[in-house]
């Protein structure tokens, strides 16, 4: 079998990949995030922002999502916070987001690894 030339350059960008993920799974299991995703805590830093309050949980759970944050706690504190609806359609536009944030940072670091292994 023929072993194929992977270039250095894709090689850097799949370690970065793996450097991300690896951090990102380390800062949610060993940082004090958890102590914020309790609704009754995180109501009043959301109340602080007024309007800008839906606008901040939608970019924290992009945010999360892409740090690997489990998104069912996280749907669950939206709806806790802004209700079944508003928590819903805040929620789903946060999702969409953080969906197409996590591909583009899989794009950048890891495409061009994953088409020299192919």
């Not at 999360?64 to 706690?73: D, E, N």
């Not at 709806?79 to 197409?100: K, P, R």
């Not at 950048?108 to 088409?115: D, H, N, V």
Request: glycine share 10%; net charge positive; charged share 10%.
């Amino acid at each position: 079998m023929q072993m194929r030339h992977i270039p250095r350059s894709a090689i850097i960008k799949a370690i970065g990949l793996t450097v991300f993920f690896a951090a990102a799974l380390l800062l949610v299991q060993h940082s004090q995030l958890w102590t914020y995703l309790d609704p009754e805590r995180f109501r009043p830093f959301m109340a602080g922002w007024g309007l800008f309050g839906p606008l901040l949980f939608i970019l924290f759970y992009a945010a999360g999502l892409c740090l690997l944050v489990p998104s069912s706690v996280m749907s669950m504190l939206g709806a806790a916070l802004f209700g079944l609806y508003m928590g819903f359609v805040y929620v789903w536009i946060g999702a969409v987001i953080g969906a197409g944030a996590a591909f583009l940072i899989a794009r950048s670091l890891g495409r061009e690894f994953a088409a020299a292994l192919i």
